[in-house]
């Protein structure tokens, strides 16, 4: 399974755009990207995947490098209601959860 | 609210207690999982099931018994658990369990273990 690294956290002012960044550089070839994210007393919540292309939905954007070592999740106007832990992971049959990226998000 | 429901949402047992958590969805969905999370950690993999059966298993120690009657419903039974299996227990579900099926999680039980 290919092992994620993503910052402990990170800060961001209300109505301003996240970029949180990913790196799973032993990530196979058949491996998507998945994130999710998890607010306090409530189980994670998918966000968006993906494979080699850029992708967006109504929640967010990913752009998954060239190479397929990294990955940014981007929030495009950040809200108070987006605080909360996001995970990134590459799954490949079995979705395993990294560390985790605690976003904090200022009024 | 999720499409997953968890009950009991909270769970309180002794250590020679029998008990069982149950999940629930009506997505069709084919598999299901049970995660473990610690406070202020991951969630951890515990089981999933593939269309009914065992898929996989990541070693967990034989207390947690799971089950999956039918495509609707997983169940984790517990029995004989320790102070330390203290957590929140998550079941997920997603259409198959393939590269691409995002998982839907339900809120968790949250257990502990006197």
């Known amino acids: 399974d290919a092992k994620t690294t993503q910052p402990n956290s990170m800060e961001s002012n209300e109505e301003e755009p996240v970029h949180l960044p990913c790196n799973h550089s032993?990530?196979?070839?058949?491996?998507?990207i998945h994130w999710y994210r998890q607010l306090p007393s409530q189980g994670p919540e998918y966000v968006i995947h993906?494979?080699?292309s850029n992708v967006n939905n109504r929640m967010a954007s990913l752009a998954i490098a060239e190479d397929r070592k990294s990955s940014t999740l981007i929030l495009h106007r950040a809200t108070l209601r987006d605080a909360a832990v996001y995970y990134c992971?590459?799954?490949?049959?079995?979705?395993?959860f990294g560390q985790g990226t605690t976003l904090q998000v200022k009024p | 609210d999720t499409e997953v429901t968890q009950t009991p949402k909270h769970l309180v047992m002794g250590m020679t207690n029998k008990k069982s958590l149950k999940c629930e969805q009506h997505?069709?969905?084919?598999?299901m999982y049970w995660y473990k999370q610690k406070a202020k950690k991951p969630p951890e993999l515990m089981f999933v099931?593939?269309?009914?059966?065992?898929?996989i298993n990541e070693s967990v120690p034989s207390r947690f018994s799971p089950e999956c009657p039918n495509s609707s419903l997983l169940n984790l039974h517990l029995h004989a658990l320790q102070p330390e299996d203290s957590a929140l227990y998550l079941c997920?579900?997603?259409?198959?369990?393939?590269?691409?099926?995002?998982?839907?999680f339900g809120n968790g039980t949250r257990l502990t273990v006197t």
């Open positions: 997920a579900s997603s259409q198959v369990q393939g590269l691409q099926s995002p998982l839907h």
């Open positions: 032993t990530i196979s070839g058949t491996d998507y």
């Open positions: 993906g494979l080699t």
């Open positions: 992971t590459a799954k490949a049959g079995k979705l395993i």
């Open positions: 997505m069709g969905h084919r598999a």
């Open positions: 099931y593939s269309y009914e059966k065992l898929s």
